[in-house]
């Protein structure tokens, strides 16, 4: 009877032992498949962005539709709205994949530079050279918020980050490299920079005048006025 309970409960084991491999295959299958569907349509997305990229920087965001930015793309309007739900969106997610080119752009420049203050020249440079290059799309209404940008880095994607990030470290080796204060928070530092250096695109683009900024004067001001404060 000892035997009868003893195989008993082997089958039982290797029953349950199967069932629960099986259902780990399984769910690992599927997530298998749920991460190569979310980077297949990231893939497809990031092509679309690509070529919507100079369509909205040739007639602004306001003059598109979707249908024409469905033939521009080669695709139907509905596997347009599948991967972006509105034209809002389109706009949100133009926005991230712009900020994700500007960071790797930036990343490529400071690779060999050390300075912190260069780093942040470099940054400054690229930056109004962007806007330059994009001035149809930056005087969308949408972009003409002035919350837009911590609107953006409030979803989930939350783009801005990394740029965040390059600035508060630029501005905690600057400190430290000077002797000054470290009680900042410099995060605080590096939102406060982007917000500052922002009144100079925002003038811009309200005054119709010209871009050509001295970067090293915007980065002197900044930190006279704030960091040496």
């Not at 990030?165 to 905690?172: A, D, P, S």
């Not at 605080?188 to 010209?210: I, K, P």
Request: aromatic letters at 16%; a positive charge.
């Amino acid at each position: 009877m000892n035997y009868i309970h003893f195989f008993i409960n082997l089958f039982l084991i290797k029953h349950i032992s199967f069932i629960i491999i099986a259902t780990l295959k399984k769910d690992l299958v599927k997530n298998m498949r749920d991460k190569i569907a979310s980077k297949v349509k990231d893939l497809k997305k990031d092509l679309i962005l690509q070529e919507a990229s100079a369509y909205f920087e040739e007639i602004g965001f306001e003059n598109i539709k979707m249908n024409d930015l469905a033939k521009k793309c080669d695709i139907s309007v509905g596997q347009l709205y599948k991967l972006f739900i509105s034209k809002e969106n389109i706009y949100y997610e133009y926005a991230s994949y712009q900020i994700r080119l500007f960071y790797d752009k930036l990343q490529k420049e400071c690779l060999h530079v050390e300075s912190p203050e260069d780093r942040l020249l470099i940054y400054l440079n690229q930056k109004f050279s962007t806007f330059k290059s994009k001035r149809k799309v930056f005087e969308s209404p949408v972009m003409g918020d002035p919350l837009f940008f911590s609107k953006m880095n409030r979803k989930q994607e939350k783009s801005a980050k990394p740029i965040y990030e390059f600035l508060k470290k630029e501005f905690e080796r600057l400190a430290s490299k000077h002797g000054l204060s470290k009680e900042f928070d410099f995060l605080q530092v590096a939102y406060v920079f982007n917000s500052f250096s922002m009144g100079y695109v925002e003038h811009w683009l309200n005054t119709q005048g010209e871009l050509d900024i001295d970067v090293k004067d915007v980065l002197d001001r900044f930190i006279s006025g704030f960091i040496y404060k």
